[in-house]
């Protein structure tokens, strides 16, 4: 009997010993293993692991901050099968591990090295070179990655279909627009938090990416209505959007998303202060609105009024809003909201409307969580 997935989620207290007695007994059979957060688990049982489960294909070490590129080095030797592997967070991994993955993986699919703060570009070139499937790579917090790198990406991965770079501070539009023009197949990219990015990154999406469901743009403050426009005339299939911080955008940005992407499901539109109610009322007419649009996330939009929730209450897939620090909204007006949409969650706070009581108060006082509506 094959054993499909062993695993724990959060903590795990496996010990090596443990992995090793499970890899000598499945041998050959096991295919899929998550060690997620085990942090016992360590370069010796894993080398144990790889000498008997030489047909694994997904391997998740995400969290197993012990090991170190010698495991790698075992995986490289005796599982060639390997087609997705989570290295998330295991910190002590460096470029030679890109390497040795490089050379006895080529079927490698799937890498998360998010966290793995130490890799530089040579790790990541000797991976591209000859992994060419690779449809996933998740490099979140990376923060030696250049554009250098994102050039080898940009030449060698052709499949590439999802792209994490999220706070990876260093790389600019140049790295940028070579992956965009190499990986025509891009559905998913995420590059919040890189601060020098520019329109020409949404203009050579728009060019070379049509199959683009999600982006994630949070903190990228110098992004426009000149970029978005590009982008939704040429991206339909945008499903989710995090806009978060886009401190540029207006309702113009609005006004081409409810025209050209009818397929949006997910928009995070945080911090946006320019935002107003007519850029909702955009939203809220658009085709996405009727029978797709689930999130919508206002928090911190501070001319938005009671008039959005007016122009939301026809989207009936609408299940979540975010509400807090919207300042002109009421508590009137997402009543009214939930007469159409009984169901959806608000997530709203108001400051208590009388100054609480002097005796007894001070705990109303300091708590700052929300009220959930
Ligand atoms: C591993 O297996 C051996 C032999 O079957 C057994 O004696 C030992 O207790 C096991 N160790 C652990 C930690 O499960
Ligand atoms: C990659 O690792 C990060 C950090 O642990 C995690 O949030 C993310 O879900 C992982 N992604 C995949 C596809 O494994
Ligand atoms: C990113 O932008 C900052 C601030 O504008 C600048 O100092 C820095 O040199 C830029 N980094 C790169 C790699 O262009
Ligand atoms: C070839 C090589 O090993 N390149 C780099 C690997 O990563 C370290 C930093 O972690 C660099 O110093 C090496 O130059």
Redesign the pocket.
Known sequence: MEMQKAGVAGLCLLQGRVVENISKRCGGFLRKLSLRGCLGVGDSALRTFSQNCRNIELLSLNGCTKITDSTCNSLSKFCPKLKHLDLASCTSITNLSLKALSEGCPLLEQLNISWCDQVTKDGIQALVRSCPGLKGLFLKGCTLL??EALKHIGANCPELVTLNLQTC????DEGLITICRGCHRLQSLCVSGC??ITDAILHALGQNCPRLRILEVARCSQLTDVGFTTLARNCHELEKMDLEECVQITDGTLIQLSIYCPRLQVLSLSHCELITDDGIRHLGSGPCAHDRLEVIELDNCPLITDASLEHLKSCHSLDRIELYDCQQITRAGIKRLRTHLPNIKVHAYFAPVTPPPSVGGSRQRFCRCCVLL
Request: aromatic content about 0%; cysteine-free; glycine content about 0%.
């Open positions: 250049e554009d501070p260093q790389i600019t601060a020098n």
